[in-house]
């Protein structure tokens, strides 16, 4: 579980505990994340290790704000407190109180500033020649940044680069005191020297007045322990994730230019999988899933067995659906609507023909009962292609692309297609009459219409249809288990072999279950005779 702390509490209690404690450099998003994975309790900001990723000196030369940007990549990857390495303040007690509230702003916990002047350069260059700042004005900038500060637990520490620039250790003392005096949290005694005793002596004389932070770089061979007995209170580890990731990056580059390959090094590297878990990609699954509206996949059944006998010669060789209209075929026409509405789980329920079905990328289910059964048995057929959402259709529909696009939407378990217009227009099939719980109002608002029965008469000549069904539907959710369980039981059923879909869309309703209506006004047809295939053409000249 997260740390519920603030970061800048975090920094303040880990600095103020009476155990010795430790952060790790960092430079980036990434190499934050790994001290955090790696147990660490807080990371350290170096300004060296910083301008080294920008591949700049650590002088200064990257802008303050190009620091606290990536100190915000930082951050955000992070839940333990970041304490930045701010240099000097980047210039005056004014621009340290600018400093301090940008910090706060992003969340970084604390800021080391060190007693040298703007532009600085890094302590192990040149350390003697490094002027130091004037006491008062750095306790200035120290006051300032303390004044400034909105979050009580913001951590300032004033890091004393007296011995890092030739002066007596008294010097050391009476700066640090000064510091403190003007609000420093903690002092950081820095040291360039390979033994730590200036250090070890720097702590004894201070008798834990204040924490206090070192960086064991050049002394890092000293035994943690003597820190712990000197009661340091916080060790900066300040540089050891930069310089691990040029060695790495070293060695790689320079064998991958040797070998021209990259085969040897494959299992020297982290995979990409890592990579994806660093940058927190579980998380952005677990989102997706939780805020965005995945359309839903949906798979097609296309029902396509039957010649069309009513067509005579034209069926002679090959099944109604590969008629072709206007030089391409009904079912491709119908696979292309399918694709350019994201469905490409097609399966084709054939059986008169079916070797003159040559359509790309569809499945063909065989009916080799065509002959003698009707379209039950073909949608019993393509049961195991059944998918939680999945839309049925006949192989000879013709429409308008939004009618497929917009029943797409619609909701419901089960839900079929109605043209209440064409109730009373000439049909050349079978008419499937509807009969709905409420007549299409055609209002633009979405209706929550319910089926009510469908047949192939009309039920009573006083009782006027609700339109027709066009020859499609679709389930979704539990849709898939009530058509499934109704084609089951239907199956068992002695005249299985002559029922049509419309039998089992009211033996569904017969179980109890709901079938919604999308109704439409026209704009499609079903091809059954000759006057039909001139009625698709100019259909499709006028659709297009
Ligand atoms: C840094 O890490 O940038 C530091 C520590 O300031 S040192 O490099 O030792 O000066
Ligand atoms: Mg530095």
């Known amino acids: 579980m997260k740390n519920k702390k603030t970061k800048q509490t975090q920094l303040k209690e880990l600095i103020n505990t009476n155990e010795l404690e430790f952060i790790l450099e960092a430079h980036n998003g990434i190499s934050a994340r790994l001290v955090e994975q790696s147990g660490f309790k807080g990371i350290w900001a170096s300004g060296l290790a910083l301008s080294a990723q920008f591949g700049v000196r650590d002088s200064n030369e990257a802008s303050w704000t190009q620091i606290v940007d990536m100190l915000e990549f ?12 701010g240099d000097t303040g980047y210039g005056n007690f004014n621009n340290m109180r600018r400093l301090v509230r940008k910090l706060e702003q992003r969340n970084i916990a604390g800021v080391c500033i060190e007693d ?8 192990f260059l040149d350390g003697d020649r490094q002027a130091l700042a004037d006491i008062d004005e750095f306790c200035g900038k120290i006051k300032a940044g303390k004044d400034s500060q909105e979050i009580d637990d913001f951590c300032i520490i004033a890091r004393v680069e007296a011995l890092i620039a030739g002066w007596e ?22 040291s360039k020297k390979s033994d730590p005793g200036e250090i070890l002596e720097f702590a004894r004389l201070w008798g ?36 691990a990731s040029i060695s790495a990056m070293e060695s790689i580059s320079q064998q991958i230019f040797q070998d021209r390959s990259v085969v040897d090094i494959e299992d020297k590297i982290a995979n990409i999988n890592r990579i994806f878990s660093l940058q927190g990609v579980d998380e952005l699954d677990q ?9 839903s996949e949906y798979s097609a059944v296309v029902l396509a067995a039957s010649r069309g006998k009513q067509l005579n010669e034209l069926t002679e060789e090959k099944p109604k659906a590969m008629l072709n209209i206007n030089g391409v075929p009904l079912l491709q026409r119908l696979t292309m609507e399918f694709k350019a509405n994201g469905i490409t789980d097609i399966n084709i329920v054939a059986g008169y023909k079916s070797e003159a079905i040559n359509i790309d990328n569809v499945k063909i289910i065989n009916n080799s009962d065509y002959d003698s059964t009707n379209e039950l048995s073909s949608l019993y057929c393509a049961m195991e292609s059944f998918t939680d959402n999945m839309i049925v259709i006949y192989g000879d529909l013709l429409f308008r692309n939004y009618i497929l696009r917009d029943f797409l939407e619609a909701s419901g378990d089960i839900t079929i297609v109605v ?38 008469s009309l039920q009573k000549p006083d009782n006027s249809p609700s339109g027709r069904w066009i020859g499609m539907l679709k389930v979704n959710n539990d849709g898939k288990d009530i058509l499934k369980s109704a084609l089951t039981e239907l199956a068992r059923h002695d ?3 002559s029922m049509t879909i419309p039998d089992l869309l009211n033996h569904i309703l017969n179980m109890g279950n709901k079938i919604k209506v999308h109704y439409i006004n026209g704009h499609w047809l079903d091809v059954n005779d000759l006057i039909d295939i001139e009625r698709a053409g100019n259909f499709i000249k006028t659709s297009a």
Not at 74 to 85: E, F, H, K, R, Y
Not at 214 to 233: C, G, H, L, N, R
Request: charged share 25%; glycine share 2%; proline share 5%.
């Open 74 to 85: 930082m951050s955000d990857v992070t839940s333990i407190p970041i304490l930045l390495d």
């Open 116 to 123: 040298k002047k703007f532009p600085k350069t890094n302590s």
């Open 169 to 190: 250790m008294q010097e050391a003392i009476t700066r640090a005191e000064a510091y403190y005096a003007a609000g420093a949290d903690a002092i950081l005694i820095h």
């Open 208 to 243: 834990n007045r204040c924490p206090l932070v070192i960086v064991p770089t050049k002394y890092y061979s000293t035994p943690t322990k003597a820190f712990e007995e000197a009661d340091i209170s916080l060790i900066i580890w300040a540089n050891h994730m930069i310089r």
């Open 287 to 295: 989102a997706n899933k939780k805020y965005l509206t995945i359309p």
């Open 419 to 456: 043209d209440s217009a064409a109730v009373n227009t000439e049909i050349s099939g079978m008419p499937d009459y509807v009969y709905c719980d409420k007549a299409d109002d055609r209002s633009l608002f979405k209706q929550d219409i319910n089926l009510v029965s469908i047949s192939e």
């Open 495 to 497: 005249e299985f072999s």
